[in-house]
T-cell receptor
């Protein structure tokens, strides 16, 4: 396994700009998750996909946020009209559902977003 | 819904001393429990997990944790820490019903000094 990769690792943007992050999961992992981690906090769930279907979205995911996973492979997370409160580490995780409720999530290195 | 409480935000300890990082959870349903470690500027790495069976779980790097259902706890222990164990440790819980979104605690920073 090559692990979960995320790109870019760091992004600095000005308030009001749009940003897009990419996550490449471990190959053959059918589930993909996005989390947000702010300073001094644990990761908070944003959304997850099973294959290409987006099955759950947190209330944290405002309408400025959109995520896609075309063809059930890589995923993108886009934030439109960024705000300073969006500054955080965005983590991607993937897993393979092997049985009922027994998948283990493997995390990528994260994308650190700074909104000026 | 579940919640996780990590009672200590920071735990300082000397090298080769034992350490325990505390984790309590709240849930109305059966859960799976996890400990992850995060080194500076890196993602999370799975240390160990409890799904079922023996309540004492052994993980990587010499860590172990014990699931206590009556006390709703899942404390992490290591008998002798190294400088390289300095990192942030997160306890997490997910429902065992198949919907596996993780709910994390706020983390405990383990600071190992010589």
């Amino acid at each position: 396994d090559t692990g979960v990769s995320q790109d870019p690792r760091h992004k600095i943007t000005k308030r009001g700009q749009n940003v897009t992050f990419r996550c490449d999961p471990i190959s053959e992992h059918n589930r993909l998750y996005w989390y947000r981690q702010t300073l001094g906090q644990g990761p908070e769930f944003l959304t997850y996909f099973q294959n290409e279907a987006q099955l759950e979205k947190s209330r944290l995911l405002s309408d400025r946020f959109s995520a896609e996973r075309p063809k059930g492979s890589f995923s993108t997370l886009e934030i439109q009209r960024t705000e300073q409160g969006d500054s955080a580490m965005y983590l991607c995780a993937s897993s393979k559902l092997r049985g009922f409720g027994t998948d283990t999530q493997y995390f990528g290195p994260g994308t650190r977003l700074t909104v000026l | 819904a579940q919640s996780v409480t990590q009672l200590d935000s920071q735990v300082p300890v000397f090298e080769e001393a034992p350490v325990e990082l505390r984790c309590n959870y709240s849930s109305s349903v059966s859960v799976y429990l996890f400990w992850y470690v995060q080194y500076p500027n890196q993602g999370l790495q799975l240390l160990l997990k409890y799904l079922s069976g023996s309540t004492l779980v052994k993980g990587i790097n010499g860590f172990e944790a014990e699931f206590n259902k009556s006390q709703t706890s899942f404390h992490l222990r290591k008998p002798s820490v190294h400088i390289s164990d300095t990192a942030e440790y997160f306890c997490a819980v997910s429902e065992s019903s198949g919907y596996s979104t993780l709910t994390f605690g706020k983390g405990t920073m383990l600071l190992v000094s010589p």
